[in-house]
């Protein structure tokens, strides 16, 4: 079954949003240019009700479907910031702002989602309400749950809700979601090591060497990954950054050590975040310094529950066929702040592909136009399908 008509007809009009958007690249809540847009597209199409600054500068529109009997309710999300990140791909509509780019593709995102809301303005062929969400800052500004605690899914009493992100490497027009984790948690790590300055050449044994305890405590918390991690579970711990020390002959008080932490499970980032703190601070002990550790965590397990994650893979068969749809994807160790909306109410994220070209976050990403109808027939399909008019 192929890719509604009525979407497909839009694809010219989606592309050219989306050209505008990338162009014009916002980041994080700053997405004022982006929100005003979609807010003026959305009372073009005739939603119901626009409402702007949910979470600072999210977007949400209603759209009411010809019948409202079982009073359902379904949330779309899709993502409108962009990367701080120099354009380096050759594409006539380029970043026209120096340093910022929709390097993530959240300019197709919403571009396909301003779709699915034009179709379902024009037709409403459902039985409920459709709210449509524009969120600003995925990229480590946690819009998403900004909009949540905003009131996102009280005010309009969403019951489920679904997003969508697209996928270089995965086959064009292809699908693939999982029930369960789908993307990992995302957490920072700071760690401050000292010990006590000193001569490095002529009295180190005199000093506490930071920079020697910051080398242990690095070595060690791969332990953590190895040997307290369930070898059937997942997590990475990546130490990015080690700062310290001002010449070739001094001993410094004091290193800082920074990184990333990801895991696909509630009680292994739980196990992740003590160990790390323990491991550091009793291994800095052993030398004679001491250790803090600041954990920050950024973005839960993006945790797709299991009869939405079948609804949606249902839905990308209809769109795509059965044979283009894998419902068991492996999942991936990046973050996601759909997780918050997850973590909210029952939904599923899913992946759409892109076909071969390089990987989200590269200053050479492009955005495949050909999937934009692919993803607003997903959205068009999913509100009727799951509240059929009859
Ligand atoms: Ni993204």
């Not at 990992?184 to 401050?192: G, K, L, Q, V, W």
């Not at 000093?207 to 070898?231: C, E, H, K, M, T």
């Not at 590269?362 to 009727?384: M, T």
Request: hydrophobic fraction near 40%; charged fraction near 20%; charge should be negative.
């Amino acid at each position: 079954m192929p890719i509604v008509n009525r979407v497909a007809a839009l694809s010219d009009e989606m592309a050219a949003w989306r050209h505008d958007f990338h162009e014009n690249p916002e980041l994080l809540y700053e997405v004022h240019r982006t929100a005003g847009i979609v807010a003026e597209r959305l009372r073009e199409f005739g939603c119901d009700e626009v409402v702007t600054g949910i979470g600072r500068t999210g977007v949400v529109g209603v759209i009411r479907g010809r019948k409202n009997t079982a009073g359902r309710v379904i949330g779309l999300r899709a993502d409108m910031d962009a990367l701080p990140i120099e354009e380096a791909a050759d594409v006539p509509y380029a970043s026209k702002i120096p340093g910022k780019m929709h390097a993530c593709g959240h300019d197709g995102h919403t571009a396909m989602l301003l779709g699915g809301a034009k179709y379902l303005t024009e037709t409403r062929n459902f039985d409920g309400t459709a709210i449509v969400i524009f969120q600003p800052a995925e990229e480590g500004g946690a819009g998403g749950k900004a909009m949540v605690d905003d009131g996102l899914m009280t005010r309009w009493g969403i019951q489920e809700v679904y997003g969508l992100h697209n996928m270089p490497g995965l086959p064009e027009g292809h699908f693939a979601t999982t029930p369960g984790p789908m993307l990992a948690s995302s957490d920072t790590i700071e760690i401050t090591i000292h010990g006590k300055g000193g001569h490095a050449g002529a009295a180190p044994h005199e000093a506490i060497d930071s920079v020697l305890i910051g080398a242990q405590v690095i070595s060690a918390l791969q332990s953590i990954v190895a040997r307290n991690v369930d070898p059937l579970k997942s997590a990475v711990i990546s130490i990015t950054m080690f700062q310290g020390g001002t010449a070739f002959n001094i001993i410094p008080a004091t290193v800082k050590l920074g990184g990333t932490v990801r895991t696909l499970d509630p009680d292994v980032r739980d196990l992740v975040e003590r160990r790390i703190a323990e491991v550091a601070e009793n291994t800095a002990r052993a030398y004679g310094g001491s250790a803090e550790t600041k954990y920050t965590r950024l973005y839960p397990v993006t945790m797709n529950h299991a009869r939405e994650a079948g609804i949606a893979a249902e839905v990308a068969r209809d769109v795509v066929g059965a044979d283009r749809v894998n419902e068991n994807l492996t999942p991936v160790m990046g973050g996601e702040d759909f997780a918050f909306m997850l973590e909210a109410r029952p939904g599923a994220f899913v992946f759409l592909g892109m076909g071969d070209g390089p990987m989200c976050h590269h200053p050479a990403y492009k955005f495949n136009d050909n999937i934009l109808g692919h993803g607003a027939s997903y959205w068009a399909r999913l509100v009727e399908k799951q509240m059929p008019a009859g």
